[in-house]
């Protein structure tokens, strides 16, 4: 069974400063996904960014990247320059390739303040 | 593209009664379709993967006469929720998986959710 770790419950951030997420995930496969979902105070699940992992290449979608570090299972997601519309729930989540169910993390809370 | 749609968004039933769930993919077909529940300010949990033209795969601990799935054509998913009590309360999130998209097969996109309240 794959696990995904946030350890990070709530963030807050000045608007068009940066703050990076933390997830790590545990997992024996070598084919898969990961994704940062984005939950805001509507509650629709937005997809942020993904990453294949047989790609070295960091992920990246204009503001948001991501540092991924395989060996390390690490993934973390950066938001530049934030904006007040980034307020929300954050969700890393893990897929393999073998049965493509998605492992969530427990989410981190970003607030960005004015 | 890829958007989900569920209806209804929002439905207070009383307790004993049962509740149907639509979860549709607008611009695209999904064999596959699954549906989560989330409770205020947790993460989202997986209960069941349901498939076009097969029974329903439910997770550990779900129980599958309460909640039943039927995945009846390409678009449509529907989660019923039988006999509901105060404790099945919470938001129901559904979603789909396009298939054959280059590079989008592993992706899922959500719907907007239904928040039940048995009363």
């Known amino acids: 069974a794959q696990t995904v770790t946030q350890s990070q419950p709530e963030m807050s951030v000045q608007e068009a400063e940066t703050v990076t997420l933390s997830c790590t995930y545990d997992?024996?496969?070598?084919?898969?996904?990961l994704f940062w979902y984005k939950q805001p105070p509507s509650r629709q699940m937005i997809l942020v960014i993904r990453q294949e992992a047989y790609k070295q290449q960091n992920a990246t979608e204009n503001r948001f990247s991501v540092n991924f570090q395989k060996a390390a299972k690490s993934f973390s997601l950066k938001i530049s320059d934030s904006q007040l519309g980034d307020t929300a729930m954050y969700f890393c989540?893990?897929?393999?390739?073998?049965?493509?169910?998605?492992?969530f993390g427990a989410g981190t809370t970003v607030t960005v303040r004015a | 593209g890829a958007v989900v749609s569920q209806h209804p968004s929002w439905v207070i039933c009383k307790s004993g009664t049962s509740v149907k769930i639509e979860c549709r993919s607008l611009?695209?077909?999904?064999?596959?379709m699954f549906w989560y529940r989330q409770f205020p300010k947790q993460s989202l949990m997986l209960m069941a993967t349901?498939?076009?033209?097969?029974?329903?795969?439910?997770e550990q601990g779900v129980e599958k006469d309460k909640f039943l799935i039927n995945h009846a054509s390409l678009t449509l998913s529907t989660l019923t929720v039988t006999s509901a009590h105060p404790e099945d309360s919470s938001f129901y999130i559904c979603?789909?998986?396009?298939?054959?998209?280059?590079?989008?097969?592993?992706?899922?996109?959500f719907g907007p959710g239904t928040r039940l309240t048995v009363l």
């Open positions: 611009d695209f077909q999904a064999t596959t």
């Open positions: 989540a893990f897929i393999s390739s073998n049965d493509y169910k998605l492992s």
């Open positions: 997992t024996s496969e070598n084919n898969y996904y």
């Open positions: 979603s789909a998986k396009p298939p054959g998209l280059a590079g989008l097969t592993d992706t899922q996109y």
């Open positions: 349901s498939n076009e033209g097969s029974k329903a795969t439910y």
